[in-house]
Structure formats: structure tokens, C-alpha cells
């Protein structure tokens, strides 16, 4: 069974302009969750997605925004970057029920200029 | 808030040596417990999955324990390789501002070097 892929896997943007990243989780996984990981913060949680629902959001400005298809593939949105937007982000996905186990992507490596 | 902790931060040891890594939470209501594996610059392995009302769980050379009352976990790697060398992170699942279904707590993780 293939595992989470993320794309792109690294990406280069500046200042101001907004970026898309993808998601597809693995097959028959209904829930998609994000993280933001930064050698300052940590790994941080922006949030999930179950059956094309947001079911859990974490403390990030409203330029961060997602959506889920209903083939459950995610997509993330960071509008008016900023050089702090500059991040590891990690896609995990879970079948949405117990025992809520994730499972990760290989992240996507975004560097703001 | 569920604050996740682990100690030591790094830790250097030769191929061979049994190991602790702990992980300690702050809110003993916690749904399950989860040990990730991170390579430099690559995404999370899950390793171990331990649910609220287990007390263990083990794969290979790897045991994790849970005491919830405690708010501890530890992961035991026995006869450590250099191959073991990453990250270990633990999450906690708990609740979240009134999502039931919470979500997952990271501590900052533990950075293990094992030399030949």
C-alpha cells in the first residue's frame, strides 16, 4: 500500500506571494491533519480534515487554509507569505477513527525569500 | 493545554547499549500515545502506538510504556545500531477546545547518535 506523498517536495517563493501545497493520504484514510515544523517551534498543528470537513484548527493567522476533496486528497494554502512562513510542513493521515493512528508524509520544504 | 516534554534532548551512546528515552505530558486525559522516528530533513516514521488503556506496546527491539497516571512514557531501544540514529519524537492525542477527537501534542523530540 503506498504511503502519504506530498508534493511539491521543496519550493522557493518570495515574500508576499502564496503557495499551494498537496496532500494525497493513503488509500481508504479519511482524515488529513497538517504541521508546521520549525527548529524554533517545533512541530506545530494547523489542521485536520475528515470527509472533506475541517474537524480541528490550531493557533495560525487566517492566511493559513486548507480543503479536502472528496477523494480525502488535501490541499493547504498560505497566502502573503512571510520569511517566518519558512517551514518543514507535514501532511498525516489516519483512517478518522480509533485508534487515530497518523501517519506521515515526507513533507514539503518551503524557503520564503 | 497539553504540554509534551522529553529528556535528554540529545543523547550520544556506542552501538550496543540499551536506551531510555522518556516523555513526560502534562494532562493525564490522554487518548493514546504515538513514537515517531525522524531522519534529517525527511517526515515522521511512526514506530509504536500505545492506547489509553494500554500499559505496552512492542515491535522488534523497540518497548514503549505508558503510566497515565504519572504522565510518563519511555521508549526502550534494546542493543542500539548506528542505523538508530535519528529523532524520536512523542505525541499525545488529547482534547482540544471542544473537539472530542482532539489532536496530537509533539514534545521537541530527543536527538540519538549511535557511533560504531
Known amino acids: 500500500k503506498a504511503g502519504v506523498t506530498q508534493t511539491p517536495r521543496y519550493l522557493i517563493k518570495t515574500r508576499g506571494q502564496q503557495v499551494t501545497l498537496s496532500c494525497s493520504p493513503i488509500s481508504g484514510h479519511r482524515s488529513v491533519s497538517w504541521y508546521q515544523q520549525t527548529p524554533g517551534q517545533g512541530l506545530q498543528f494547523l489542521f485536520e480534515y475528515f470527509s472533506e470537513t475541517q474537524r480541528n484548527k490550531g493557533n495560525f493567522p487566517g492566511r493559513f487554509s486548507g480543503r479536502q476533496f472528496s477523494n480525502s486528497r488535501s490541499e493547504m494554502n498560505v497566502s502573503t507569505l512571510e520569511l517566518g512562513d519558512s517551514a518543514l510542513y507535514l501532511c498525516?493521515?489516519?483512517?478518522?477513527?480509533?485508534?487515530?493512528?497518523?501517519?506521515f508524509g515526507p513533507g514539503t520544504r518551503l524557503t520564503v525569500t | 493545554k497539553q504540554e509534551v516534554t522529553q529528556i535528554p534532548a540529545a543523547l550520544s551512546v556506542p552501538e550496543g547499549e540499551n536506551l531510555v528515552l522518556n516523555c513526560s505530558f502534562t494532562d493525564s486525559a490522554i487518548y493514546n500515545l504515538q513514537w515517531f522516528r525522524q531522519d534529517p530533513g525527511k517526515g515522521l516514521t511512526s514506530l509504536l502506538l500505545i492506547q489509553s488503556s494500554q500499559r505496552e506496546q512492542t515491535s522488534g527491539r523497540l518497548n514503549a510504556s505508558l503510566d497515565k497516571s504519572s504522565g510518563r512514557s519511555t521508549l526502550y531501544i534494546a542493543a542500539s545500531q548506528p542505523g538508530d540514529s535519528a529523532t524520536y519524537l512523542c505525541a499525545g492525542r488529547g482534547a482540544d477546545r471542544g473537539s472530542t477527537l482532539g489532536r496530537l501534542y509533539f514534545g521537541r523530540g530527543t536527538q540519538l547518535t549511535v557511533w560504531p
Open positions: 498525516a493521515s489516519s483512517l478518522g477513527g480509533a485508534p487515530y493512528e497518523q501517519y
